[in-house]
């Protein structure tokens, strides 16, 4: 079983759908990490989490320690939303990041 | 744009050469970690440098190494390549929590 797991592995929503990614984790963690990779490579952080919830714009990140769980919710999908969001814990002391599979996010218009 | 600069983008070589991947880490970052993005294995961590000294060892083969130099560049030398090391490297650097930022990547094709 992977340390970190991610659900769904891929999604199709029709634009200004509310768009809903799980994690769950396994081990113990210094914080969690939402990245989003686009097509070409590149791997953008979206947000840090060790409690709590954020919000940054459309996107909006929430984690439940004692459940080992976060969701990343984007609201009023769009198009240029279609990358692939990967979810990363840091270990605790080296900050390490052990990742999960990714989602790949396809939003029509 | 991180401030994790990498080269080359691109990397195309043959069966058994040896290759040197380079990273230079944001203004002021301690630390650079190293990361294979494969098609099969997804992202893993390779191996962390914090100030020069190696810190922290993931799945690393023992055809790879690394180093960090006195100006905080770090290097991976893959070595005796094979098709299956056709990869994204990906470094990132941070200063000292657990926020990284990552560099562009180096696409690397063994043919």
């Known amino acids: 079983k992977n340390e970190v797991e991610q659900s769904p592995q891929n999604l199709t929503a029709q634009e200004g759908e509310f768009i809903t990614i799980n994690c769950s984790y396994s081990v113990g963690i210094s914080a969690l990490h939402w990245l989003q990779q686009h097509p070409g490579g590149g791997i953008v952080s979206l947000f840090m989490l060790s409690s709590g919830k954020k919000k940054h714009g459309r996107l909006i990140a929430t984690i439940n320690i004692q459940e080992k769980h976060s969701s990343l919710h984007i609201t009023a999908s769009h198009p240029r939303d279609s990358a692939v969001y990967i979810c990363?814990?840091?270990?605790?002391?080296?900050?390490?990041?052990?990742f999960g599979t990714g989602t790949r996010l396809k939003v029509l218009a | 744009d991180s401030g994790v600069t990498q080269t080359p983008k691109h990397l195309i070589t043959a069966t058994g050469q040896r290759v040197t991947l380079r990273c230079s880490p944001r203004?002021?970052?301690?630390?650079v970690y190293w990361y294979q993005q494969s098609l099969d294995q997804g992202l893993q961590f390779l191996i962390q440098y914090y100030n020069g000294e190696e810190r922290a060892k993931g799945n690393i083969l023992e055809r790879f190494s690394a180093q960090q130099f006195p100006d905080l560049h770090s290097e991976l030398n893959l070595s005796s390549l094979e098709l299956g090391d056709s990869a994204l490297y990906f470094c990132?650097?941070?200063?000292?929590?657990?926020?990284?930022?990552f560099g562009p990547g180096t696409r690397l094709t063994v043919t």
């Open positions: 990363a814990v840091s270990s605790p002391g080296t900050y390490k990041y052990i």
């Open positions: 990132a650097s941070s200063l000292a929590g657990p926020e990284q930022y």
């Open positions: 203004s002021g970052d301690l630390s």
